[in-house]
């Protein structure tokens, strides 16, 4: 062995004298879940790479199809719940018109409302998209994120089904149609396709059904008005719904503020504007009398509990059974009819013409809606009565100031429950006392000083100045909340927290209160309303929202209430109601300055409100109602009280009648006698917050509005006396409330 230094040997894989390349180690462990970047760049290639070929398979897959048109347009068929044809919708309105032919302005303020970029944007814009998705998915509200090019290839050439194959469709085709056609040309085929409302399909049409003139000669305001009905175009109706005509002012607003900003429209003729009414609608020819009615409540239901929305049922198809019974129907017609519109005299008192009447029945039990009256013809009078939020419900709401006191096991301010036989001060226009809102003393009808009253004959005679102090005992809070439990909608106009709630100024419906009685008929069970059974389309059903009924109120609220106002039909100021033949319960109203006479009943089985209301044909301004049918005024316990007699009884023949099986709260029975005389007022101030020398004439804006003299109503005749509902005792501390009372000015 030699004794120089060995060499090291070279890598086997590599040349002599090469030093050994140094292996990379193996990821062990938790790092073999993290990929490499040369992983991760690979999966980005290969799925851009896999996006490109399906945008270009599916851009080559998709062709433009035909306009579907009208030709593809079905009509909607409307049945009785028995299965026998209430009703077919469907007829197409529409004239095409050129670009050139619709003014400039109108054509800005469809874009403003719209799509602002449109002619600087290309087909689709996917930032809108996945900002409608978010929105939608965050419950922000369902929203569109549709440009006016994806909205015309919808309209035009697909349908209103909100399924993924047609958003795909959509996709394809606006991009190539964006690049076929011009943006004028597109723009237009949008105007003469999109819906507007009032079975108006197109800028022309609609300009025809809202304004009654071609579409050249639209004004700018009214333009702007058009484009605000695309987002929602029945419910911005403000002659069918005006109780949304802040909403759609407001998006009319945002058009004209829009078209400002955009620069087609200057700030100086943007501040000239006032909002153009549109025309009176006229219903189609085959929506005369009731059916129209009708059928606008089932689209409204529809839509509003999102079952399907307006664009998809405009397009028709749809077989839809309702819960309307004819035979109650015909029934409903015949007594407004019998009752009420064969005795006026358009001709020779104008007052007649201002005659308008609205009701519906609902079946306590199941939240049905069995029968609607909405008008004396749809093609003449468009708008809903049974639907319509802007008439004062008056007294009718005093049922719930009650309910809500025996639910809260209230007391007066001086400290005994709230009973029927609770006894309250009923002097005319006395102050209430425990409100720190400000000086509130309602007037009774007629200006009557009642004195010492028990809350049933309060009820029996309506009497302001007991029910503004039981809401204030309640807590005017709690009657809100009571009222919303039992039916109202939360956002029912002029629901205001205090005392002058119990009055009724809140503009609820005709429908409205009826699910709110049917509460108090099925003892404090709500089943909210449906005018739906099933809906289907080419044999698929459509999904309904489950009909539920949830506990309201508890029963001895309910039924204790329910006793209170049997006393009313017995011997208060709905007597003209024991024409039925049933045992019945049911209350009284009038809104403020006369406008609208009420009557609420329910029998065990159904719950009927009736309105009559005062309308100028010719303005659509609410008028008062005197002198109307020949007489100096028209009450609750007058027309209502005998339409919903006749309804009623005919509604029911051939089922046997029903007692009210009721469940009182503990005391209801009893007369309960105060020590000493509850909540007596200062002659000159109230007894909480500051002391003033005088009422104010405009309560502050924190305390409550001025209450309406008129809630409760006399009736045509006058009524006998009533046995003193007081003991001795309370005569003695408080005097003879008989004794004041002008028994000729009582309801």
């Known amino acids: 062995m030699s004794d120089e230094p060995q060499q090291p040997k070279a890598a086997e894989s590599g040349k002599a004298g090469t030093p050994a390349k140094r292996k990379r180690p193996r990821r062990t462990g938790w790092r073999r879940l993290i990929p490499t970047w040369r992983m991760a760049l690979g999966t980005i290639l290969g799925l851009l790479l896999l996006c490109i070929g399906l945008f270009a398979l599916g851009y080559y897959l998709v062709k433009i199809p035909p306009a579907n048109a009208t030709a593809t347009a079905q009509s909607n068929v409307y049945l009785y719940a028995d299965g026998s ?30 799509d602002r970029d449109f002619y600087n944007e290309s087909a689709i814009d996917p930032k809108a998209m996945v900002r409608a998705a978010w929105n939608t998915v965050t419950g922000k509200g369902k929203q569109s994120g549709s440009t006016i090019t994806q909205q015309y290839v919808k309209n035009y050439y697909l349908g209103q089904e909100q399924t993924i194959t047609r958003k795909v469709k959509e ?40 304004y009654g003139v071609d579409v050249e000669d639209l004004t700018t305001a009214q333009g702007a008005y058009l484009a605000a009905l695309l987002n929602a175009p029945s419910s911005y109706d403000v002659v069918a719904h005006p109780e949304n005509k802040a909403q759609a002012v407001a998006r009319w607003n945002y058009v ?33 009398g009731q059916r129209g009615y009708l059928v606008q409540a089932v689209k409204d239901y529809l839509t509003d509990n999102g079952i399907i929305d307006e664009d998809t049922l405009a397009v028709g198809g749809y077989r839809i059974t309702t819960t309307l019974q004819k035979k109650k129907q015909d029934a409903f017609v015949k007594a407004v009819d019998d009752q009420l519109m064969s005795k006026l005299d358009k001709e020779n008192r104008a007052a007649d013409r201002n005659v308008r009447a609205g009701g519906a029945a609902i079946d306590p039990a199941t939240g049905n809606v069995l029968a609607m009256y909405g008008g004396i013809d749809y093609t003449k009078q468009y708008v809903n009565n049974a639907t319509r939020r802007d008439y004062q419900v008056g007294s009718t709401f005093k049922p719930f100031v009650f309910t809500s006191a025996v639910e809260n096991a209230s007391t007066t301010q001086d400290g005994r429950t709230i009973t029927p036989n609770t006894v309250y001060d009923g002097t005319n226009a006395r102050p209430v006392q425990g409100w720190s809102g400000g000086y509130y003393a309602p007037e009774n009808e007629d200006k009557v000083d009642y004195g010492p009253i028990t809350v049933r004959t309060a009820t029996d005679k309506s009497v302001n100045a007991v029910y503004a102090q039981m809401a204030v005992d309640v807590g005017s809070d709690k009657v809100k909340q009571t009222a919303i439990a039992l039916g109202l909608p939360k956002n029912t106009p002029d629901l205001t927290e205090s005392p002058s709630i119990a009055l009724g100024p809140a503009t609820a419906s005709v429908l409205d209160m009826t699910e709110a009685y049917a509460t108090l008929a099925n003892h404090g069970r709500r089943a909210t309303y449906t005018l739906v059974t099933e809906v289907s389309k080419d044999g698929e059903k459509v999904d309904l929202p489950e009909q539920t009924t949830r506990r309201a109120v508890t029963r001895e609220s309910a039924d204790t209430t329910t006793s209170v106002l049997q006393s009313v039909v017995e011997g208060g100021t709905g007597t003209a109601a024991l024409a039925a033949d049933r045992p019945a319960a049911g209350k009284t109203g009038t809104a403020e300055e006369d406008t ?62 029903k007692d009210f099986d009721l469940d009182l709260e503990s005391g209801a029975e009893q007369p309960e006698i105060p020590s000493a005389a509850p909540d007596e007022p200062s002659s000159t101030e109230p007894t909480t917050g500051e002391p003033s020398s005088e009422p104010p004439s405009e309560p502050a804006s924190s305390g409550p509005p001025t209450a309406p003299s008129t809630s409760a109503e006399p009736t045509l005749t006058t009524p006998s006396e009533e046995p003193n509902p007081t003991s001795g005792a309370v005569n003695e501390l408080f005097g003879d409330p008989d004794a004041t009372r002008d028994s000729g000015s009582d309801e």
């Open 596 to 657: 609208a006479a009420w009557f609420a009943g329910y029998t065990p089985d159904l719950a009927t409100v009736v309105a009559v209301m005062g309308q100028n044909p010719d303005t659509g301004a609410h008028t008062p109602l005197y002198g109307a049918l020949g007489l100096a005024r028209i009450n609750g316990g007058g027309f209502p009280a005998q339409i919903w007699a006749q309804f009623t009884k005919d509604a029911l023949a051939g089922s046997s009648a």
């Open 85 to 114: 044809q209430l009703a077919r919708d469907g007829e197409i309105n529409r004239e095409n018109v050129s670009l050139s032919q619709i003014p400039g302005t109108v054509q800005h303020a469809v874009l403003a409302a719209e």
């Open 171 to 210: 996709f394809f085709i606006s991009i190539k149609l964006d690049r076929e056609e011009s943006k004028d040309h597109i723009l237009e085929g949008y105007l003469n396709t999109s819906y507007f409302g009032r079975n108006a399909y197109g800028i022309q049409a609609a300009a025809q059904a809202y």
């Open 256 to 288: 004209l503020d829009g078209m400002v900003k955009e620069r087609w429209l200057s700030a100086a003729d943007r501040g000239k504007m006032t909002f153009p009414m549109p025309d009176d609608a006229k219903g189609p020819a085959g929506m005369s």
